[in-house]
């Protein structure tokens, strides 16, 4: 909830850290965890480790992704949703079958490869 004056309080964050802060927690739909904000381009693990201490995420609700319905655009528009997975999600989908939990999303190859993925996209997922 914190706005972009608010984190431009914190060390080592400047006016275009924080707001690539707040852009980026608008676009995932609400943070789950003071460790996404080590996802935002920019923010050094150094710097980040000097200020998280000062953070702490309230249970909020995000903003979860409809995987079985949700189009190109919309999935993307979550950046953990990059082209690759959105891609991979529409053809699994397609192809395959509707996704009936989020684990389904573990049969996608990207995210075979990549396993740590799942973890980021888990929480914003939504089978309907």
Do not use: C, M
Request: no cysteine.
């Amino acid at each position: 909830a914190a706005s972009a004056a608010d984190f431009e309080k914190l060390y080592g964050i400047g006016k275009v850290l924080s707001q690539r802060i707040v852009d980026f927690r608008d676009k995932l739909g609400g943070f789950y965890s003071v460790e996404q904000l080590k996802d935002v381009w920019g923010i050094q693990d150094s710097i980040f480790q000097k200020f998280k201490k000062n953070l702490a995420i309230k249970p909020a609700k995000i903003r979860k992704v409809h995987i079985n319905s949700a189009t190109y655009e919309e999935l993307t528009a979550n950046p953990y949703f990059f082209s690759t997975i959105a891609k991979q999600i529409i053809g699994y989908r397609t192809k395959v079958k509707p996704f009936t939990t989020p684990d389904d999303i573990k049969n996608l190859y990207y995210v075979k490869d990549h396993p740590e993925q799942f973890a980021k996209l888990q929480p914003y997922v939504d089978v309907e």
